[in-house]
């Protein structure tokens, strides 16, 4: 292989050139994202509660002529309670847990709402906090 003194390549000074401006981009972009997965979190809450599941617990009330108690909690969407009389479930396809990992509060009937109220306690993890995601709110 014969190298000619023509052969042309990046010098330090403008590979460090790069790598200052990549950093400056960088550093002007990644701030408008922090706290973004916070805000993701409490969205996927909030599907959680309004529409995933609702939606399972009026198949519930479909099949067994109420929505669970909440003794059963809901559990009973993945496990056949012995009160259910028509259960045709699992009615989710995993248990209930919010994006922070605890369980979905459930109360039937609900003190907000007239059959049911769901909620998460939020990032905290203390109930009645600013941070709480409820389906009556």
Request: charged share 25%; proline share 5%; glycine share 10%.
């Amino acid at each position: 292989m014969i190298f000619s003194r023509k052969m042309k390549a990046f010098t330090l000074i403008e590979l460090m050139l790069v790598v200052i401006i990549i950093g400056a981009l960088a550093a002007m972009v990644l701030p408008r994202f922090a706290g973004r997965g916070e805000q993701a979190r409490i969205g996927v809450a909030r599907a959680d509660i309004e529409a995933h599941i609702p939606t399972a617990l009026k198949l519930y009330d479909l099949d067994n002529g109420g929505f669970p108690s909440s003794e059963e909690g809901l559990n009973a969407l993945l496990n056949k309670p012995a009160s259910a009389s028509g259960w045709h479930g699992p009615y989710l396809e995993k248990k209930a847990i919010d994006p922070w990992g605890r369980e979905y509060k459930y109360k039937s009937p609900g003190d907000h709402k007239i059959d049911y109220d769901i909620y998460s306690v939020g990032k905290d993890g203390q109930e009645g906090t600013a941070d709480d995601v409820k389906n009556w709110e």
